[in-house]
């Protein structure tokens, strides 16, 4: 997969840099509605992969990104931040996650222990998700397994790892 490294507060070493340099594009700026667009168009293939960590400007992403270009995703790698002073409603937050499995399915998902559950609820406050675009994945089953998986998922930091069930019953 191709990489697109979008962050402005710091950048890829330049060890990866030069052992991929066809393979890694990085651009030194902040995302915005204005400028999510243009930066896909200039890439042709289908083969990306995002990773994005932004402190719940995801949002604004998913919202600004174009169908066309969201089929250029191969795998996305991100982690949603529900309760971060945002101004996103419920309704926009679902209407995004709606947005990503049109093209793709969530094959993981962990909760990100630094911040404790929703307030009522069992869902985390920082939920990082892996999806797939459909067409590279044999199934679209829903995994009912409980989350973290041993050997897999980590703790990011020393409290009790948030298990992710609350999707049973539904």
Request: with cysteine; charged share 30%; hydrophobic share 30%.
């Amino acid at each position: 997969a191709n990489v697109i490294c979008w962050d402005a507060s710091s950048s890829p070493s330049s060890d990866v840099l030069k052992k991929y340099p066809k393979k890694i594009k990085h651009i030194d700026e902040f995302i915005t509605k204005k400028n999510t667009n243009s930066i896909f168009n200039s890439y042709d293939g289908n083969e990306l992969l995002i990773q994005m960590d932004i402190e719940g400007a995801e949002f604004e992403f998913i919202e600004s990104i174009s169908e066309e270009n969201i089929q250029k995703i191969e795998t996305l790698l991100i982690e949603f931040h529900w309760d971060f002073g945002h101004s996103k409603t419920e309704k926009q937050m679902v209407n995004c996650l709606e947005k990503i499995l049109k093209t793709h399915t969530c094959f993981h998902v962990h909760g990100n222990n630094d911040q404790p559950y929703r307030e009522g609820t069992r869902m985390p406050s920082i939920l990082e998700c892996s999806f797939i675009r459909k067409d590279l994945s044999s199934t679209t089953e829903i995994d009912d397994s409980d989350y973290p998986i041993i050997g897999i998922d980590a703790a990011n930091c020393p409290r009790t790892d948030l298990k992710l069930d609350w999707w049973k019953g539904i």
